[in-house]
């Protein structure tokens, strides 16, 4: 093994020779002799680390497997029993053998190393805190000695094996006892629980994934006493183990037991993740999935499933992917299973997948559903739609709010690009997406009808700040208290929402629906401080003084920009930005005569409809962009014509004009161009094509600024030259180690679900980050995807059916009079014939090689689509009877090879 820097390996032959009685080698091995162990073997350090001579002494006279009273011992080595007893106590205390009281007598003996000896060692966390070495050696035995089992050992018999989640096989009839959790349960008596081994191994390395280890082994029998003996596991009920198993499965971990004990019988159950196990390793990178598997293979009913991807985004070894249900002109990936196997073929490291923890793939390479794929919270588009069509709306509103917390908002105000990739949109036009949202988050408006989830758990201990508390800094804190973070959000205004409140109108997004959803994360425990703005009223150096452990700045870009032209400040030119802002506010802002308002966004529209609606007699957008070009979506454009706001493009302001300090009006130069050939923003203009416009007020909303402020004083953080801060584009960290950023502030201004998405993947970092030893990367998923080759589709044969749209409520105001929002919702027949719509473009695939069989996948499917059926019949055996069934298997192998290679040649075999 590789040592890590600052540790001096000690050389000591007794801890060679008590290595090799545990290995089973042959007598009186030396250091580097053949067959036996050297200096630089994790086996070996394992030990050296803490074992003292008289351990090993005692130790050794154990033997390999024997069980041994502190009186034979006594005997062996010619001292006195009491002595005996407490050094082999010493032993058992740190990890190198077992004690039991056997008839009223302490009897010890040694294991095997995994599962056995390295795993004790691993769970006393006072040898680990004295001993880090010991991790590194535990890490290293998997990956030194893992690749030489490749193929070895039959379905069935490896030293560990995955035993199914009990719900996901109640229904199959072939099953045994031996694969039903609940028999290991009921045969014993007594049980302790300890921190996960493998993932304090990864922590000791700054390895950890993010799934911790708290209260997640569980021991029985003659283990758990030994637990109990020796300090290392807390005492539990069986009602107890039972709770932590299914709280396990509902936080994507599966289960595994020692083999070795015999067919049925175990002395623990782990609850393994995919990126932390170093038995699961063993599938993943050595894909030498035998060794671990179930008798079980998951199977997908394709009829069914909707390619929501909760099975695909929680399979611990990235067995499933999602692809395309619709039918193609071309062939598409459709089997995934992976046909070069251990089996039979020799196992080289160019067939390993030594990557794993960091190239998690969740689509296949031809692509799944358009709608999943271009949303940029990756939300589970098409799942949601057949759960709202089966009239299942609560379920549908759990699953949208999987990746989005805010679905009420978005159901408003989301730019729908979901939509805008809509396979439907090929045939007829696009499914009503966010109208069906929109329908379905109508719960979460009243209190009777909201969602608010269960908390996952409770790492109350650790306090979060939030600056900012628009969309990006509440889907932040929400999915931090649902891990029970307790988490504190600062607003500098007195309102909260954010742009949300501020920068969106009313009659867009009504204030009652922000602040319903706001009150789902008071519900869960988020505490919410107003009008207190961090760098001014308190630093990120005071708040850490109070205890916080970490920082999510998300701000937003709530100032202007201006022009940089003669006459900008002149009475009656503000800021768009500021204007909303104002007006939100419950400021009076009263307009008189003609308003001109120049960009041509959608903030630009807003502020163009909000002029109006304060009073402007008429109101007009200039804008740099053609209309084909013009940033604003179609739909707002519409809706601002229809109030009879003019849109003038290929116009770009050359100069504001005014009298005794007032705003008169505008000039314009004629734009020809918007982009260089790089698209970079490079405008042209046409001097010679000149035009006045009398305005009484002029709103410039030409792009967003950051006000910092303060905030980052002292800090290591950077901005950039646009004011926006440097973060990772995965891990959202700033070079301010405990802060995090996302947003607007970050990004620039974009959308409220880009804002979502940044602000949850935060809160997958800040978790990671206020725990020792985790990285901020490693097991964790891009979320990379791909949509289908639309053009490869086979839609000639569906029908054209029009689009449902909601009803636009009644009003005696005129729309561009009020600032209620008069949009309609979807009545509940129109939701089932818009879903009705929908293609079902996706479907989830199997690599039913790499599936283990554990059976997560069928606990997160509310759609009954995925199943486990039994493929293999294998059982486990004693450890001490393993040799000869492994020897045959290695022989059966190596025939598989001999005749592969020999088919190769005659070239009937690929």
Same mark, same amino acid.
């Given at each position: 093994?590789?040592?890590?820097?600052?540790?001096?390996?000690?050389?000591?032959?007794?801890?060679?020779?008590?290595?090799?009685?545990?290995?089973?080698?042959?007598?009186?091995?030396?250091?580097?002799?053949?067959?036996?162990?050297?200096?630089?073997?994790?086996?070996?350090?394992?030990?050296?680390?803490?074992?003292?001579?008289?351990?090993?002494? !005692?130790?050794?006279?154990?033997?390999?497997?024997? @069980?041994?009273?502190?009186?034979? *011992?006594?005997?062996?080595?010619?001292?006195?029993?009491?002595?005996?007893?407490?050094?082999?106590?010493?032993?058992?205390?740190?990890?190198?053998?077992?004690?039991?009281?056997?008839?009223?007598?302490?009897?010890?003996?040694?294991?095997?190393?995994?599962?056995?000896?390295?795993?004790?060692?691993?769970?006393?966390?006072?040898?680990?805190?004295?001993?880090?070495?010991?991790?590194?050696?535990?890490?290293?035995?998997?990956?030194?000695?893992?690749?030489?089992?490749?193929?070895?050992?039959?379905?069935?018999?490896?030293?560990?094996?995955?035993?199914?989640?009990?719900?996901?096989?109640?229904?199959?009839?072939?099953?045994?006892?031996?694969?039903?959790?609940?028999?290991?349960?009921?045969?014993?008596?007594?049980?302790?629980?300890?921190?996960?081994?493998?993932?304090?191994?990864?922590?000791?390395?700054?390895?950890?994934?993010?799934?911790?280890?708290?209260?997640?082994?569980?021991?029985?029998?003659?283990?758990?006493?030994?637990?109990?003996?020796?300090?290392?596991?807390?005492?539990?009920?069986?009602?107890?183990?039972?709770?932590?198993?299914?709280?396990?499965?509902?936080?994507?971990?599966?289960?595994?037991?020692?083999?070795?004990?015999?067919?049925?019988?175990?002395?623990?159950?782990?609850?393994?993740?995919?990126?932390?196990?170093?038995?699961?390793?063993?599938?993943?990178?050595?894909?030498?999935?035998?060794?671990?598997?179930?008798?079980?293979?998951?199977?997908?009913?394709?009829?069914?499933?909707?390619?929501?991807?909760?099975?695909?985004?929680?399979?611990?070894?990235?067995?499933?992917?999602?692809?395309?249900?619709?039918?193609?002109?071309?062939?598409?990936?459709?089997?995934?299973?992976?046909?070069?196997?251990?089996?039979?073929?020799?196992?080289?490291?160019?067939?390993?997948?030594?990557?794993?923890?960091?190239?998690?793939?969740?689509?296949?390479?031809?692509?799944?559903?358009?709608?999943?794929?271009?949303?940029?919270?990756?939300?589970?588009?098409?799942?949601?739609?057949?759960?709202?069509?089966?009239?299942?709306?609560?379920?549908?509103?759990?699953?949208?709010?999987?990746?989005?917390?805010?679905?009420?908002?978005?159901?408003?105000?989301?730019?729908?690009?979901?939509?805008?990739?809509?396979?439907?949109?090929?045939?007829?036009?696009?499914?009503?997406?966010?109208?069906?949202?929109?329908?379905?988050?109508?719960?979460?408006?009243?209190?009777?009808?909201?969602?608010?989830?269960?908390?996952?758990?409770?790492?109350?201990?650790?306090?979060?700040?939030? *600056?900012?508390?628009?969309?990006?800094?509440?889907?932040?804190?929400?999915?931090?208290?649902?891990?029970?973070?307790?988490?504190?959000?600062?607003?500098?205004?007195?309102?909260?929402?954010?742009?949300?409140?501020?920068?969106?109108?009313?009659?867009?997004?009504?204030?009652?629906?922000?602040?319903?959803?706001?009150?789902?994360?008071?519900?869960?425990?988020?505490?919410? &401080?107003?009008?207190?703005?961090?760098?001014?009223?308190?630093?990120?150096?005071?708040?850490?003084?109070?205890?916080?452990?970490?920082?999510?700045?998300?701000?937003?870009?709530?100032?202007?920009?201006?022009?940089?032209?003669?006459?900008?400040?002149?009475?009656?030119?503000?800021?768009?930005?500021?204007?909303?802002?104002?007006?939100?506010?419950?400021?009076?802002?009263?307009?008189?005569?003609?308003?001109?308002?120049?960009?041509?966004?959608?903030?630009?529209?807003?502020?163009?409809?909000?002029?109006?609606?304060?009073?402007?007699?008429?109101?007009?957008?200039?804008?740099?962009?053609?209309?084909?070009?013009?940033?604003?979506?179609?739909?707002?454009?519409?809706?601002?014509?229809?109030?009879?706001?003019?849109?003038?493009?290929?116009?770009?302001?050359?100069?504001?004009?005014?009298?005794?300090? @007032?705003?008169?009006? !505008? !000039?314009?130069?004629?734009?020809?161009?918007?982009?260089?050939?790089?698209?970079?923003?490079?405008?042209?203009?046409?001097?010679?094509?000149?035009?006045? *416009?009398?305005?009484?007020?002029?709103?410039?909303?030409?792009?967003?600024?950051?006000?910092?402020?303060?905030?980052?004083?002292?800090?290591?953080?950077?901005?950039?030259?646009?004011?926006?801060?440097?973060?990772?584009?995965?891990?959202?960290?700033?070079?301010?180690?405990?802060?995090?950023?996302?947003?607007?502030?970050?990004?620039?201004?974009?959308?409220?679900?880009?804002?979502?998405?940044?602000?949850?993947?935060?809160?997958?970092?800040?978790?990671?980050?206020?725990?020792?030893?985790?990285?901020?990367?490693?097991?964790?998923?891009?979320?990379?995807?791909?949509?289908?080759?639309?053009?490869?589709?086979?839609?000639?044969?569906?029908?054209?059916?029009?689009?449902?749209?909601?009803?636009?409520?009644?009003? &005696?105001?005129?729309?561009?009079?009020?600032?209620?929002?008069?949009?309609?919702?979807?009545?509940?027949?129109?939701?089932?014939?818009?879903?009705?719509?929908?293609?079902?473009?996706?479907?989830?695939?199997?690599?039913?090689?790499?599936? *283990?069989?554990?059976?997560?996948?069928?606990?997160?499917?509310?759609?009954?689509?995925?199943?486990?059926?039994?493929?293999?019949?294998?059982?486990?055996?004693?450890?001490?009877?393993?040799?000869?069934?492994?020897?045959?298997?290695?022989?059966?192998?190596?025939?598989?090879?001999?005749?592969?290679?020999?088919?190769?040649?005659?070239?009937?075999?690929?």
């Amino acid at each position: 093994m590789t040592f890590p820097e600052g540790y001096v390996c000690q050389y000591r032959d007794n801890i060679i020779s008590l290595a090799n009685m545990i290995g089973r080698k042959k007598p009186g091995l030396k250091a580097g002799d053949k067959g036996g162990y050297n200096w630089d073997d994790p086996e070996y350090v394992i030990l050296e680390a803490g074992v003292t001579d008289d351990m090993c002494l !005692v130790g050794l006279a154990l033997g390999s497997y024997e @069980k041994k009273s502190a009186a034979q *011992v006594a005997a062996i080595v010619g001292k006195p029993e009491d002595w005996c007893h407490e050094e082999l106590m010493k032993f058992a205390v740190y990890g190198g053998c077992f004690v039991n009281n056997i008839d009223g007598v302490d009897m010890f003996w040694t294991e095997t190393w995994i599962p056995g000896t390295m795993e004790m060692i691993i769970n006393n966390l006072d040898v680990v805190k004295q001993y880090p070495i010991v991790g590194y050696a535990m890490e290293a035995y998997g990956r030194v000695r893992g690749p030489m089992s490749s193929g070895s050992f039959p379905v069935g018999v490896g030293l560990m094996r995955v035993i199914p989640i009990q719900s996901a096989i109640d229904g199959e009839t072939r099953r045994a006892s031996y694969e039903e959790i609940s028999t290991y349960l009921e045969e014993n008596d007594i049980f302790t629980v300890s921190p996960c081994s493998c993932r304090t191994d990864r922590e000791v390395m700054g390895e950890g994934c993010g799934h911790l280890k708290e209260d997640m082994c569980i021991q029985m029998g003659h283990a758990a006493e030994y637990y109990i003996r020796t300090g290392r596991g807390r005492q539990i009920t069986r009602e107890e183990a039972y709770e932590i198993l299914k709280r396990a499965e509902e936080n994507g971990l599966m289960h595994e037991i020692p083999n070795t004990d015999g067919s049925g019988k175990t002395h623990a159950i782990c609850n393994c993740c995919g990126c932390g196990c170093l038995s699961l390793r063993t599938a993943a990178m050595f894909k030498n999935v035998d060794m671990v598997r179930s008798n079980y293979i998951s199977e997908v009913d394709a009829d069914k499933c909707v390619a929501c991807g909760q099975c695909v985004e929680n399979c611990p070894v990235n067995a499933l992917k999602l692809g395309q249900k619709l039918c193609s002109k071309t062939p598409v990936v459709s089997d995934i299973t992976t046909t070069i196997t251990p089996r039979d073929e020799e196992w080289t490291e160019d067939k390993w997948n030594t990557d794993y923890r960091f190239n998690r793939e969740d689509v296949v390479e031809s692509g799944t559903s358009p709608c999943k794929t271009n949303c940029p919270a990756h939300i589970s588009v098409q799942g949601y739609l057949k759960l709202a069509a089966q009239g299942k709306y609560r379920e549908a509103l759990e699953l949208i709010k999987v990746e989005n917390p805010l679905p009420a908002v978005c159901g408003r105000i989301c730019n729908r690009r979901c939509e805008d990739a809509c396979m439907r949109g090929e045939i007829d036009s696009p499914i009503a997406i966010d109208e069906v949202k929109k329908f379905v988050a109508a719960q979460e408006l009243t209190a009777e009808g909201r969602f608010i989830p269960k908390k996952r758990h409770d790492y109350s201990d650790k306090k979060i700040a939030i *600056v900012g508390s628009g969309p990006a800094g509440l889907a932040c804190a929400y999915y931090l208290a649902l891990d029970g973070y307790t988490v504190t959000v600062f607003e500098k205004e007195q309102q909260l929402g954010g742009m949300l409140t501020l920068g969106v109108p009313a009659f867009r997004l009504e204030k009652d629906v922000i602040n319903a959803e706001i009150d789902i994360l008071r519900a869960l425990g988020v505490t919410f &401080k107003t009008g207190v703005e961090v760098g001014k009223d308190v630093s990120l150096d005071e708040l850490r003084k109070q205890g916080y452990n970490a920082f999510y700045v998300a701000i937003g870009a709530q100032g202007g920009r201006k022009l940089g032209v003669e006459g900008e400040d002149a009475t009656g030119v503000l800021s768009g930005i500021e204007f909303l802002r104002r007006v939100n506010a419950g400021e009076s802002m009263s307009l008189s005569g003609k308003t001109v308002v120049i960009g041509g966004g959608n903030v630009a529209v807003d502020v163009a409809r909000t002029a109006v609606r304060a009073g402007s007699a008429e109101t007009a957008m200039y804008c740099l962009e053609s209309r084909k070009e013009m940033p604003a979506s179609e739909e707002e454009i519409e809706e601002a014509m229809e109030e009879h706001i003019g849109v003038n493009n290929s116009w770009g302001p050359v100069r504001i004009l005014s009298e005794n300090g @007032k705003v008169t009006g !505008v !000039v314009f130069q004629r734009c020809t161009s918007v982009f260089d050939e790089n698209g970079r923003f490079s405008p042209k203009f046409d001097e010679s094509e000149i035009i006045t *416009v009398s305005a009484d007020n002029v709103l410039v909303t030409i792009g967003q600024s950051i006000l910092w402020g303060d905030l980052l004083a002292g800090t290591d953080a950077v901005t950039n030259r646009n004011g926006t801060i440097q973060a990772d584009g995965f891990t959202y960290q700033t070079a301010q180690k405990d802060v995090f950023s996302g947003g607007d502030c970050c990004t620039g201004p974009k959308f409220a679900i880009d804002a979502i998405a940044a602000g949850k993947q935060a809160a997958i970092s800040i978790h990671r980050f206020v725990h020792p030893g985790q990285s901020l990367t490693i097991g964790r998923d891009r979320r990379e995807y791909k949509e289908l080759d639309k053009k490869n589709a086979v839609i000639e044969t569906y029908d054209n059916t029009p689009r449902q749209k909601p009803e636009t409520l009644d009003s &005696k105001t005129p729309a561009e009079k009020t600032f209620r929002d008069l949009r309609g919702t979807f009545t509940e027949a129109q939701v089932k014939a818009e879903t009705a719509r929908c293609l079902g473009c996706g479907v989830t695939l199997v690599d039913q090689y790499m599936c *283990v069989g554990c059976g997560q996948c069928t606990t997160k499917c509310k759609f009954d689509a995925i199943h486990l059926v039994r493929r293999y019949d294998g059982a486990g055996v004693e450890f001490t009877e393993m040799k000869p069934v492994v020897i045959k298997q290695i022989l059966k192998r190596k025939g598989k090879i001999a005749i592969k290679k020999v088919g190769r040649a005659l070239g009937v075999v690929k």
